[in-house]
């Protein structure tokens, strides 16, 4: 499991934004999001954090790793 503190995460067009952008790099990866506590959990064996973390700063938000 890798997680992400996304402060700038704030609406539910966020985690869709966030959602899509982690699957197109990793398709079978499972997104769990944590709107509250700006949280993104992504479950995958297909890439490391630094690939997932690129997919979401292109997406527009500031992941910060946990």
């Not at 899509?20 to 990866?29: D, E, F, K, L």
């Not at 769990?32 to 527009?60: F, K, M, P, T, Y």
Request: charge should be negative.
């Amino acid at each position: 499991m890798i997680a992400f503190h996304v402060e700038d995460m704030s609406c539910g067009h966020c985690v869709a934004a966030i959602t899509q952008a982690v699957q197109a790099v990793a398709p079978g990866a499972q997104v769990n999001v944590d709107l509250a506590a700006h949280r993104v959990e992504v479950a995958s064996a297909e890439v490391d954090s630094s690939v997932l973390r690129a997919a979401i700063e292109e997406a527009g938000y500031s992941p910060q790793p946990l």
